[in-house]
């Protein structure tokens, strides 16, 4: 089973992954044997079953609304590309 | 010094035979002059280690009693460390010096216990073998052609060349089992929930677990009394009472039931690896356990739901990988999507970015109820394979991978072969289930690892078992040649 380059293509943009013209056929190949494996699901009977997407079982806890974490601007700024006046630096979006 | 076990440390340090610095100096020495062959260790912090073991002399002078005090350990580069470099294993982190710790981390320091460095490992935790680490595969200590297993090899390489007494390592499919298995030492990947994950860089959330690694069960039970705790910070943390996992270790497993699936004796498995795990099961019936034939009917589907749930998961967590906040960003960016793009093609390795595809596919319109919600439909069936068992059975056992330690490139072209290595590991974790591996064999020089799975929260059982089998086997006192002396 192989997958279709467009495919690919759109997985890639979604995934926002720069993938070469060259690479497509191997990755595409790859996928297809992941793709087969995991196709084995669907001889599975799952009929009334709830889907279990936290193994065990627990509720999820609210806590109370009040402030616990101290600013750390300065802390985590340090470690960033490239900032200017405590503000993270990106390619300009608007003209 | 370094065949000591932890606790034999403990006491040797409590009675003056020798200081924590002594103790931290002889394992950063054989750091420094033994992984260059293995390379195990990412970041040695040596400075750091060596000025903590000064405190923690004087601490041990006063009568300190915090339970590891002055006992040297290494992380696993997974977990968030103040100040030092947390890579993952990943270029994409290779610049990373957290500003915070780790809770596991965190307990470590306040159990008194010494950073020695950050282990290698698979990137971003995604292998079996430490093929994908950014820095180089580790090597087996038992046989250097050969894989460590993962994707914490890092960690179990060095406690197997007797590199540290103990180590914390992480598993979302058997990535502490596993390695424990192919390097002889033992590990425990504890409930789902027992340990925090904060500061733990995330692959799949609802499947990873931080756990201990170490040579002996009764060594795991300290780290663990250390890592196990109530976290605020992780929503998915239990808020149970840690048990002290030492204080049964003693006790008699006469008339334990130990489950024996008979789906985990199938086609693919070693014959050697069946043969020693068959002869340490009739090691339990010597020493009076009831050996009960179960099934797991569905433990083929096991690796299938894993490779769309834990692909799903790393898809929407390493989405945050981006070149703005933290780590790689790519050089000349011309717009933001070129930014991301290129960032994150630089950043991530290639098994890394295949499951980003994998995970985007599953999750993508149209495909998410055929296989994302399949897949947690499976993942029921396969905790009802379990609860069922534990209704008639205490423990269950069974090999913990199917063949010992391969070489190095023998899986390289096809994934899935890769992915088939986790077939005995990965149904726990689907099912958020305890599992540990200790040593139980060799075959061809290298060594084999028998699973224990135990019930949900039911670690100190599973710590007794392992414990009482290391009372009448020396399996986990072997060490590779020239690692001895």
Same mark, same amino acid.
């Given at each position: 089973?192989?997958?279709?380059?467009?495919?690919?293509?759109?997985?890639?943009?979604?995934?926002?992954?720069?993938?070469?013209?060259?690479? +497509?056929?191997?990755?595409?190949?790859?996928?297809?044997?992941?793709?087969?494996? +995991?196709?084995?699901?669907?001889?599975?009977?799952?009929?009334?079953?709830?889907?279990?997407?936290?193994?065990?079982?627990?509720?999820?806890?609210?806590?109370?609304?009040?402030?616990?974490?101290?600013?750390?601007?300065?802390?985590?700024?340090?470690?960033?590309?490239?900032?200017?006046?405590?503000?993270?630096? +990106?390619?300009? +979006?608007?003209? | 010094?370094?065949?000591?076990?932890?606790?034999?440390?403990?006491?040797?340090?409590?009675?003056?035979?020798?200081? =924590?610095?002594?103790? &931290?100096?002889?394992?950063?020495?054989?750091?420094?002059?033994?992984?260059?062959?293995?390379?195990?260790?990412?970041?040695?912090?040596?400075?750091?280690?060596?000025?903590?073991?000064?405190?923690?002399?004087?601490?041990?002078?006063?009568?300190? =009693?915090?339970?590891?005090?002055?006992?040297?350990?290494?992380?696993?580069?997974?977990?968030?460390?103040?100040?030092? @470099? &947390?890579?993952?294993?990943? #270029?994409?982190?290779?610049?990373?010096?957290?500003?915070?710790?780790?809770?596991?981390?965190?307990?470590?320091?306040?159990?008194?216990?010494?950073?020695?460095?950050?282990?290698?490992?698979?990137?971003?935790?995604?292998?079996?073998?430490?093929?994908?680490?950014?820095?180089?595969?580790?090597?087996?200590?038992?046989?250097?052609?050969?894989?460590?297993?993962?994707?914490?090899?890092?960690?179990?390489?060095?406690?197997?060349?007797?590199?540290?007494?103990?180590?914390?390592?992480?598993? &979302?499919?058997?990535?502490? %089992?596993?390695?424990?298995?192919?390097?002889?030492?033992?590990?425990?990947?504890?409930?789902?929930?027992?340990?925090?994950?904060?500061?733990?860089?995330?692959?799949?959330?609802?499947?990873?677990? /931080?756990?201990?690694?170490? @040579?002996?069960?009764?060594?795991?039970?300290?780290?663990?009394?250390?890592?196990?705790?109530? $976290?605020?910070?992780?929503?998915?943390?239990?808020? %149970?009472?840690?048990?002290?996992?030492?204080?049964?270790?003693? $006790?008699?497993?006469?008339?334990?039931?130990?489950?024996?699936? #008979?789906?985990?004796? =199938?086609?693919?498995?070693?014959?050697?690896?069946?043969?020693?795990?068959?002869?340490?099961?009739?090691?339990?019936?010597?020493?009076?356990?009831?050996?009960?034939?179960?099934?797991?009917?569905?433990?083929?589907?096991?690796?299938?739901?894993?490779?769309?749930?834990?692909?799903?998961?790393?898809?929407?967590?390493?989405?945050?990988?981006?070149?703005?906040?933290?780590?790689? %960003?790519?050089?000349?960016?011309?717009?933001?999507?070129?930014?991301? @793009?290129?960032?994150?093609?630089?950043?991530?390795?290639?098994?890394?970015? @295949?499951?980003?595809?994998?995970?985007?596919?599953?999750?993508?319109?149209?495909?998410?109820? /055929?296989?994302?919600?399949? /897949?947690?439909?499976? %993942?029921?069936?396969?905790?009802?394979?379990?609860?069922?068992?534990?209704?008639?059975?205490?423990?269950?056992?069974?090999?913990?991978?199917?063949?010992?330690?391969?070489?190095?490139?023998? #899986?390289?072209?096809?994934?899935?072969?890769?992915?088939?290595?986790?077939?005995?590991?990965?149904?726990?974790?689907? /099912?958020?289930?305890?599992?540990?591996?200790?040593?139980?064999?060799?075959? $061809?020089?290298?060594?084999?690892?028998?699973?224990?799975?135990?019930?949900?929260? $039911?670690?100190?059982?599973?710590?007794?078992?392992?414990?009482?089998?290391?009372?009448?086997?020396?399996?986990?006192?072997?060490?590779?040649?020239?690692?001895?002396?």
């Amino acid at each position: 089973m192989s997958i279709e380059k467009q495919t690919i293509e759109n997985l890639a943009t979604l995934a926002r992954l720069e993938i070469d013209d060259q690479r +497509v056929e191997e990755i595409s190949q790859r996928l297809g044997s992941v793709l087969e494996l +995991v196709d084995q699901l669907q001889a599975a009977d799952t009929n009334n079953l709830m889907d279990n997407s936290h193994a065990p079982q627990a509720t999820q806890r609210l806590r109370e609304d009040k402030v616990t974490e101290s600013d750390q601007r300065d802390a985590f700024q340090a470690i960033a590309p490239d900032t200017e006046d405590g503000l993270y630096l +990106v390619p300009k +979006v608007i003209d | 010094m370094h065949n000591f076990t932890i606790t034999q440390l403990i006491d040797g340090l409590k009675n003056r035979v020798f200081s =924590s610095t002594e103790i &931290t100096q002889h394992f950063l020495s054989r750091i420094k002059t033994l992984d260059p062959a293995f390379n195990s260790v990412i970041t040695l912090t040596e400075g750091q280690a060596i000025e903590a073991a000064r405190l923690a002399d004087q601490q041990l002078a006063k009568g300190d =009693s915090a339970p590891l005090c002055g006992i040297p350990v290494l992380h696993k580069d997974i977990f968030c460390t103040n100040g030092v @470099r &947390t890579s993952c294993g990943s #270029k994409m982190l290779d610049n990373f010096v957290p500003p915070y710790d780790a809770t596991v981390v965190e307990n470590f320091k306040n159990s008194g216990a010494i950073m020695l460095g950050k282990t290698n490992m698979d990137e971003f935790a995604m292998g079996s073998s430490n093929e994908t680490s950014f820095y180089g595969p580790v090597k087996n200590p038992w046989a250097t052609n050969s894989v460590p297993g993962g994707s914490s090899g890092g960690s179990a390489a060095a406690i197997a060349a007797r590199l540290a007494p103990g180590a914390t390592a992480t598993d &979302t499919g058997g990535s502490i %089992r596993q390695p424990a298995a192919l390097c002889g030492i033992t590990g425990l990947k504890p409930t789902y929930g027992r340990v925090s994950r904060w500061g733990m860089v995330a692959f799949a959330s609802s499947l990873d677990q /931080a756990g201990p690694m170490a @040579r002996t069960a009764e060594d795991c039970a300290l780290l663990l009394n250390c890592m196990a705790s109530y $976290d605020n910070k992780d929503s998915t943390c239990v808020d %149970r009472p840690v048990p002290n996992y030492s204080a049964n270790l003693g $006790d008699s497993i006469k008339g334990l039931r130990i489950g024996i699936p #008979k789906e985990y004796f =199938s086609e693919g498995l070693n014959a050697g690896t069946e043969k020693a795990v068959r002869e340490s099961l009739a090691e339990y019936e010597k020493m009076g356990a009831e050996l009960v034939e179960i099934s797991l009917p569905n433990t083929g589907l096991s690796v299938p739901a894993y490779y769309v749930i834990a692909p799903a998961e790393a898809s929407a967590n390493l989405s945050r990988f981006d070149g703005v906040k933290y780590g790689h %960003r790519c050089d000349n960016p011309k717009d933001l999507e070129d930014l991301y @793009r290129r960032t994150r093609a630089e950043g991530f390795g290639d098994e890394v970015q @295949r499951r980003i595809l994998i995970g985007t596919y599953c999750l993508s319109a149209g495909y998410y109820d /055929a296989y994302y919600g399949k /897949a947690q439909q499976v %993942r029921e069936l396969i905790r009802q394979d379990f609860t069922q068992a534990f209704e008639k059975v205490d423990l269950i056992m069974g090999p913990t991978c199917p063949s010992p330690a391969f070489e190095f490139g023998s #899986k390289g072209n096809d994934p899935v072969a890769m992915y088939l290595e986790d077939i005995y590991t990965i149904s726990t974790n689907l /099912a958020g289930l305890p599992g540990m591996s200790l040593p139980c064999g060799m075959v $061809d020089k290298k060594p084999v690892g028998l699973q224990i799975i135990g019930n949900y929260f $039911d670690e100190a059982r599973m710590l007794n078992a392992a414990h009482q089998f290391q009372q009448v086997t020396d399996w986990h006192t072997q060490a590779p040649e020239g690692i001895e002396s």
